[in-house]
């Protein structure tokens, strides 16, 4: 989550707006992505989809301890 949040952050900062700098933006999205993969792959094996995670999960029927975020997490609990 920490890390999606990120990486639109950025991506919002730097492309969305226009402005003289907008050509560096991908220099800039890169280097977030490239930080949020760092930092997530203790955590998540540097995955910042979830089905990327999930899909081989499901596939091999072999489901780490933290299957249970990517199940939980995308509820509604409004």
Same mark, same amino acid.
């Given at each position: 989550? &920490?890390? /999606?949040?990120?990486?639109?952050?950025?991506?919002f900062?730097?492309?969305?707006? +226009?402005h +003289?700098?907008? &050509?560096?933006?991908?220099?800039?999205?890169?280097?977030?992505? &490239?930080?949020?993969?760092?930092?997530?792959?203790?955590?998540?094996?540097?995955?910042?989809n979830?089905?990327?995670?999930l899909?081989?999960?499901?596939?091999?029927?072999?489901?780490?301890?933290?299957?249970?975020?990517?199940? /939980?997490?995308?509820?509604?609990?409004?």
């Amino acid at each position: 989550m &920490f890390m /999606i949040a990120e990486l639109v952050f950025v991506v919002f900062m730097l492309a969305a707006e +226009k402005h +003289k700098a907008t &050509f560096l933006a991908p220099l800039g999205i890169g280097i977030a992505l &490239f930080m949020a993969e760092m930092a997530g792959v203790y955590y998540t094996g540097g995955n910042l989809n979830p089905v990327r995670s999930l899909g081989p999960d499901l596939v091999l029927h072999t489901f780490d301890t933290y299957v249970w975020i990517y199940c /939980i997490l995308p509820l509604d609990l409004n």
